[in-house]
């Protein structure tokens, strides 16, 4: 019986909805036909052109300059600069699912062994292959303002290495006072920049610097830095979760 109210819950959501988009009398609510889309009435265009306030002209790959977001990758514009206020509340839920961990499994740890004894080959390989995913980490967020990439994944990659290295060593243990530190140091800096933002660029997390010509590694004024900052955020955070999960609780 539950199940059936629930289909029936749902469909009549989804009857709303449609009806909602489709058939509303307010004509700014309603979904055009398809194929009858005025592009040039699309936020998304405004993005694209990297101007929400007008005037904006044809963006051109590092030739452009000036711009409202000097970032060559679209979603950064978006994510970094036309709503990082929303991405920062993103870290900050992170920040309180790791603090939720270190609180649940908090107390005096030592390191679990694994089930199995890590050979020289593991050991020492997992090693090498740290070193290249940090250093593809830090690639990832110090130019996810031209391709693909960013802070998240570049610290989640970083993670990602720490968690190697406790799988292939049973005698490896995080430095968590360096990972708090800089977990700590990072979301301040965040925060940081976006009051700065408030006295150079009139609102939080204004892009207040230069954003320079569009396609060149120094630009889009503070996007870099904030993605920099995020990546180290984001890495030290997950490291310090992986490292809760890892260790037990000494009596």
């Known amino acids: 019986m539950k199940q059936v109210i ?7 959501i989804g009857v709303l909805i449609f009806g909602a988009l489709y058939f509303s009398s307010d004509e700014s609510l309603k979904f055009n036909e398809y194929g009858k889309v005025n592009l040039a009435d699309r936020v998304s265009e405004k993005y694209i052109d990297k101007s929400v306030n ?6 051109e ?3 452009s300059e000036g711009l409202e977001s000097g970032s060559a990758n679209y979603v950064t514009s978006i994510i970094v600069n036309y709503r990082s206020f929303d991405t920062l509340g ?23 062994k694994n089930m199995f004894e890590p ?45 190697l290295l406790y799988m292939a060593d049973n005698e490896f243990r995080a430095k968590m006072k360096s990972l708090k530190a800089t977990e700590g140091i990072a979301g301040s800096l965040y925060v940081i920049i976006g009051l700065l933002a408030v006295v ?5 997390l204004a892009n207040f610097l ?16 904030v993605y920099i900052l995020i990546g180290l955020k984001v890495g030290s955070e997950l490291s310090g979760i992986i490292d809760s999960f890892v260790t037990k609780e000494v009596e």
């Open 119 to 163: 050979n020289f080959i593991l050991k020492h390989g997992a090693r090498l292959v740290f070193g290249l995913m940090v250093i593809f980490g830090v690639y990832m967020f110090s130019h996810g303002h031209l391709t693909p990439g960013g802070g998240f994944p570049g610290g989640s990659i970083i993670a990602a290495s720490i968690l």
């Open 200 to 204: 150079l660029g009139g609102y939080f």
């Open 90 to 112: 993103e870290v900050t839920v992170l920040f309180i699912s790791a603090f939720g961990v270190a609180l649940l499994l908090g107390g005096k740890r030592k390191r679990q």
């Open 61 to 63: 790959y590092q030739k």
């Open 210 to 225: 230069p954003t320079g010509i569009v396609g060149d590694l120094l630009s889009g004024g503070v996007i870099p830095i």
């Open 6 to 12: 629930s289909i029936i819950l749902v469909l009549l």
């Open 54 to 59: 007008g005037g904006s002209g044809v963006v």
